[in-house]
């Protein structure tokens, strides 16, 4: 029997990852590895950047993706909603990422000037793994109300 990620999701189980710092004097390198923090294979990294004043991203989720979301440049919000509980992370350090697992719905708001945001992602681009209506991801995760 298939598991329903909508149905086990849970934000606790979403959480920040440390990424490896080398500091050096004439400057920073953080590293990222398959498995090294990251607990799935690297298959896709996209970045969003120019993201206008109140403007958002995100607004979906996904049923078998993983991500490690990472402000690489300034800092943003992301709103992580399991159809039970909701909570908002703020990410402003390249070396830190946040750990978002299938079934969690995500918002990324409060975008500052110059922001950034690298994503990680476990899997090739599939928009049969979308959810994009919040109306139908709460129908998705009705049972855990």
Known sequence: MEVN?????SVDNCRIIELAQHRHANGNLT???DNDPIPFKIRRLYYTYDIPGGEERGGHSHRALYQLVVAISGSFDVVIDDGKQQRTVTLDRP???LLITPGIWRVLNNF????VCMVLASEHYDEDDYTREYSDFLELTKDKR
């Open 95 to 97: 070396y830190q990422g």
């Open 5 to 9: 990620p909508y149905l086990t999701s």
């Open 31 to 33: 590293v990222v590895e």
């Open 112 to 115: 500052t000037s110059g922001a």
